[in-house]
């Protein structure tokens, strides 16, 4: 049984990190890659539970640091220390990333508007995005391709007229 728990502690540790690693990539690296939500809805969602989930995963690689055979000082000292580092990734996305201008996860999606089908595959498109950012809003012709349901790939492109080619205009 204690084999189990230590196989578990370490699974544990590993997704905690994973977590972490996640939110420092996404907040610091995010807009290198252009993996993006389809659900709008969620997307606004996503910054602030992924900063939840860092926020519990450091508190819980503080609690899996505490040991049975510890004074109870010692336990106290680190359950209290886990709850200050765990409000840095809180303290991080409110006070730093949210009021940073035109960052990916804080600009807001006026409209979009689709130029362009494709006959072959019906998840890409050519569209038109509008995204308000510091009061002024901002145009972008995109290629997209869904992903599943839920992700989609986005590059900008530049549209030039082809001779052959599998697409054919908005409906």
């Known amino acids: 049984m204690k084999k189990f728990y ?3 502690q370490k699974i544990l540790f ?3 990190a994973i977590i972490i690693v996640w939110f420092l990539v996404y907040f610091l690296r995010g807009e290198e890659f252009s993996l993006t939500f389809s659900d709008r809805v969620f997307a606004s969602w996503f910054p602030q539970i992924l900063v939840f989930t860092t926020g519990v995963s450091v508190y819980l690689l503080f609690i899996l640091q505490v040991k049975s055979k510890f004074q109870w000082w010692k336990k106290l000292l680190i359950l209290l220390l886990g709850f200050v580092f765990a409000t840095i990734p809180f303290l991080l996305y409110h006070g730093y990333f949210q009021y940073q201008q035109c960052s990916f996860w804080n600009t807001e999606l ?4 689709e130029l362009y089908f494709n006959k072959v595959n019906e998840y890409e498109t050519v569209k038109i995005l509008e995204k308000k950012c510091d009061g002024k809003i901002q145009s972008d012709t995109v ?4 992903i599943l349901t839920y992700f989609e790939l986005i590059h900008s492109v530049k549209i030039e007229k082809a001779e052959k080619a599998n697409w054919t205009t908005s409906k």
Do not use: A, D, E, T
Request: glycine share 0%.
């Open 143 to 146: 290629y997209s391709k869904k």
């Open 110 to 113: 006026k409209s979009k508007k």
């Open 6 to 8: 230590k196989i578990l």
């Open 14 to 16: 590993v997704i905690c």
